[in-house]
């Protein structure tokens, strides 16, 4: 299904802020709704005050260039280069770039209000998919699909920045990262074991594995973010098995527990632990324990993200450039990964130099300044004959899918709601054995219609 499809039916914009997403885009760590990487505190001071005295059409009267200003939130500073392509494109045009950082947590309110006011920032950092909806792109933001960099464009980047009306609004702001299982390819070839593509060859892996003394599948319940994976790495594959499933899941005409695939995950999970495929403390397991036992080949498996090979190797040094991933499983093995796309900049229409504030995102979208992003970045390329140099094996594994269409995008960038704790719950209960497989996919299906009913979107209420 398109994601511009899925869109239509994003509703109730104003009230869905208290649960919006921070981008997934590379290199920021993972999803501040908890379903990737681990979150880290933002230490960077609000900003607020300096962003509303600010005005667009301000001019650097020194060398008569025009001063643009860029907003964002203040932990994407680093992760998006902005200052390196603010002080190249300076020197290059005698303009200015005003780079406003925002506190994480204030960003989105401080967004809309200024959309609904005026003194909005002439480019502001926002997301992409259902996480951007709230921009109402038509009413507020620039068309960009005449701009040249659009046709270098994978289709897998268009898919990403095309809005419901078939037109492009943002510039991508990196690549895409990706969800599946990640495995240690070490103790693969040790062992004499290929990537599993079904049911029946991943438990086969399992217990060659267990009969070895390795522990096949690693679950750290004590930081609860990594058992959310497992619905990352397992959504693209009941996505495919049921192709309209996603706009009927967004308008509530059925429910997550009527999809066969969906129940029977929490089935396979709980036959995991039932067969001694998972780690035995997985209730007090830590993050760090996982990526040590994982890296050191203690354990082989584990549902994560594609950030995992450099992060896995500060703990057991010799996982470097030796961690891979794969699709998880299914019944017929046509196994597809989860990507979530980019960020990216967008133009404001109440912006006084448009034409400026598309030339520096046209500089942007030079090769060598794409390349430059993608070395800073643990993503893989979104354009066209352009990949990130020196790609971690897990990335270069993500790569392969990628090319080959093998991809759905993330649920969190299509699905209008994120799932609550009380959701991600189903997991834990199922893998400690505390509500039957049944009980479990009841209690995220029961929980995410209670968040749509919440937020008032349509079909919830």
Known sequence: MKLKTVLRHAAAISLALAITITGIGCGNG????????????????????????STPESTDDKKGGVTITVGLKASHVEISNINTYKDAWEKETGNKVDVQAIDDNQFDSLLQT??????????????TGTQATSYQHEKNLVDLSAEPWVEKLTDTGKEFVTHTDGKVYCFPNGGVNSFGIVYNKDVF?????????????????CDKLKAAGITPLYVSMADAWTVNQIMNGEWPNILSANPDCLEKLNKNEIRWDSLPEFNEMFVRLKSYVD????????????????????????????????????????????????IGMFAAPTKDGSSKLAIAGPGGYYISNQCKNVDAAKDFLNFMAQDDNIKLNLQTRACTSVWKGIEAANLSSTLADTQKYVDDGNTEIHYNQ???????????????????????????AKIWSDAVITVGKQLGFDGFK
């Open 114 to 127: 200024k959309m609904s006011t005026s003194g909005m920032w002439d480019i502001f950092i926002g997301d």
């Open 189 to 205: 070839e040790k062992n004499g074991i290929e990537v599993p593509k079904t049911f029946e060859e991943f438990d086969a892996v």
């Open 414 to 440: 299509t699905y209008v709601i994120t799932p609550s704790d009380d959701a991600n719950s189903a997991f834990l209960s199922v893998l400690l054995g505390q509500k039957t497989p049944e009980d479990c």
């Open 275 to 322: 067969k001694g495929y998972i780690n035995s403390d997985m209730a007090t397991a830590k993050y760090e324990m996982a990526q040590k036992a994982f890296g050191t080949g203690e354990a082989a498996m584990m549902y994560m993200g594609d950030w995992a090979d450099p992060e896995y190797a500060k703990v057991a040094p010799e996982a470097a450039g030796r």
């Open 30 to 53: 993972g999803d501040a709704a908890g379903t990737d990487g681990g979150n880290t505190e933002n230490t960077v001071g609000d900003n607020t005050d300096a962003a509303d005295k």
